[in-house]
């Protein structure tokens, strides 16, 4: 206990953890990762997926490959992800 008493009003946070985020994506994430994988996904995995994700979002609006035009659709662009959602910036 004498070292939790110096971690006292210490701030921390996590990027991602894959119980925390309850939406239908992470569900279907971790189920599919669970099955594939036989443990759960970590933050580098969801993090992979989310660009993965934002990638295939980009090409389903721009319905190109063009270098431009993808960069011109994923400014701003909003997408669901296992964390929530995301918004694209420049």
Not at 6 to 16: D, F, V
Request: glycine share 8%; proline share 4%; with cysteine.
């Amino acid at each position: 206990m004498k070292a939790y008493e110096s971690l006292k009003g210490m701030t921390g946070g996590a990027y991602y953890y894959y119980e925390l985020p309850k939406n239908s994506i992470n569900d279907w994430f971790v189920k599919e990762h669970q099955s594939r994988f036989k443990e759960p996904p970590d933050f580098f995995t969801c993090g992979g997926f989310a660009a993965a994700m934002a990638v295939l979002r980009a090409f389903e609006k721009a319905k190109s490959t063009d270098t431009e035009k993808l960069l011109t659709t994923m400014e701003g662009m909003e997408f669901m992800t296992p964390k929530g959602e995301c918004i694209s910036v420049t």
